[in-house]
C-alpha cells in the first residue's frame, strides 16, 4: 500500500482517458512498425540463405519485446510530475552521455555504447532525444521568446546534448535535434524571421568549420565531398568501390525497385549483401527495392500521416506543456523521417541515422516507443491546466 502511495504520483494507468486515446495514431504507429518487422525478418532470412550473419531476426524481435514496455510507462507517466522533473529526466541523460567516454564502447572509431548485462548495449544519444523535447516542453512552459534573453535557455539545452553527442562522434544523431529544437522555438512562439536568422548564422558557421576543417574528423569531411561531387550517375559510379561505396549502392537498390519491387528479401541489397547498416541506416533503400516506387509512396503515406495525426493531437492540446511535447514528438518522427529518407536518396550528405518503427537497434526502439507513449498519455491525460495558453481560443 505504501508503495503504491510513492509509485501512483508519478505513474498510473487510471489516469489515462482511454475512450480520449488517439488511438489511430497508435494503429498508424503499430501497422508501421509490423511492416519494419517484416521487412527485417526477410533480411534474416536472407542471410540464413547466403550464409551470413549480419541481421538476426531473432534478436531483433528480443529487442522490441525489451522496448514494447517503454510504450506502457510513456502511457502511465503523469504529466504533472514530467513538468515539474524534467529536469531530473534530462539530467540523467547528459549524465549518461558524459559517461560514455569513460566506460563505453568504441566500434568503428566511435564511442557512443554503454555495455549492459545481458548482452543489450544503451546509446544514450537516442535517450538524450527524448530528454531534449522533454527539457524544451519545460523551458518554454511560461517562456514567450519575447525578449533576447529569452532565447538563452532553450538554445542551451539543446547545444549542450548536442555537442557531447558531437565528441562521440555522432554528427548524424546530433543534427536530427536541430529540426526538433527549430520547430519547438516555432510553436512556442518564436518568429519565422529570427528563426531563419539562426539559420543562416547556421550556415555561415558550416561552410566556416567546412572550410577551414576546424572540429571536424577526416571522414566527416570526406562525405561532404563524396556528396557533392556525386550528383551525376557517371560520378557516382566512378567512385563505387571508394568513398561512394555506400552511397552507390543505396541508390542501386531504390533504383532497382521499379514500379512494383522486387519482393521481400529478393533485391540486390539482400542478396548480394553489399548494402553497409541495410537494417539500420539504409532500411529505406531497402524498403524502396523491395516494394518499389508505388510501395514506398504508401509507406511514405501512412508514416506522414503518423506525424501529421500527433502534430494534430498537440494543437487539440490546452496545456502549453503537454502542447510542446506532443509536438516535439511529431517533430521527432518528421525529423527522422526527412533526414533518412535524404540520405539514401543522396539529397544530404551520407550520416546514420535510423528511421523509427523499421531500422533496428534497441535504444532506438526504446526511445521510439517512450516517446510514443508518452505522446499518447499526454494527449489523452488532459489533466486541468490554469496556464495562460488554456484559456485561448
Known sequence: MRLRRLIEPVLSLRQVRWGALDWHVLLLAGLLFVLGLGFVRAMGESDLLYERNDVDFGKHVLKALVALPFLIVGLSLRARWLARNAWLVYGGTLLLLVLVPLIGDSRNGARRWIALPGGFDLQPSELAKIGVILMLARVLYRN?????????????????????????????????????????????????????????????????????????????????????????????????????????????????????????????????????????????????????????????????????????????????????????????????????????????????????LFSTGGSSMMSTMLALGLALGLAANREPSLDQDSFRS
Open 144 to 356: 514567450r521568446l519575447e525578449k533576447p534573453r529569452d532565447w538563452l535557455p532553450p538554445i542551451a539545452v539543446a547545444l549542450l546534448p548536442m555537442a557531447l553527442v558531437v565528441k562521440q562522434p555522432d554528427l548524424g544523431t546530433a543534427l536530427s535535434l536541430v529540426p526538433v529544437t527549430l520547430g519547438m522555438l516555432y510553436i512556442a512562439g518564436a518568429r519565422a524571421g529570427v528563426l531563419l536568422r539562426f539559420l543562416g548564422a547556421a550556415a555561415v558557421l558550416a561552410f566556416l568549420v567546412w572550410h577551414f576543417q576546424f572540429g571536424v574528423h577526416d571522414y566527416q569531411l570526406q562525405r561532404i565531398r563524396t556528396w557533392l561531387e556525386s550528383y551525376s550517375a557517371s560520378d557516382v559510379i566512378a567512385a563505387k568501390s571508394g568513398p561512394a561505396f555506400h552511397s552507390y549502392h543505396a541508390r542501386v537498390a531504390i533504383g532497382n525497385g521499379g514500379w512494383v519491387g522486387q519482393g521481400m528479401g529478393e533485391g540486390v541489397a539482400n542478396t548480394a549483401g553489399h548494402l553497409p547498416e541495410r537494417d539500420c541506416d539504409s532500411i529505406f533503400a531497402v524498403i524502396g527495392e523491395e516494394i518499389g516506387f508505388v510501395g514506398i509512396l504508401l509507406a511514405l503515406g501512412l508514416y506522414t500521416l503518423l506525424v501529421v495525426s500527433i502534430l494534430g493531437s498537440a494543437s487539440g492540446l490546452r496545456d502549453r506543456f503537454s502542447r510542446l511535447f506532443v509536438a516535439g514528438v511529431g517533430l521527432y518522427f518528421g525529423a527522422h523521417l526527412l533526414i533518412h529518407t535524404c540520405v539514401n536518396l543522396g539529397l544530404v550528405p551520407l550520416t546514420g541515422i535510423p528511421l523509427p
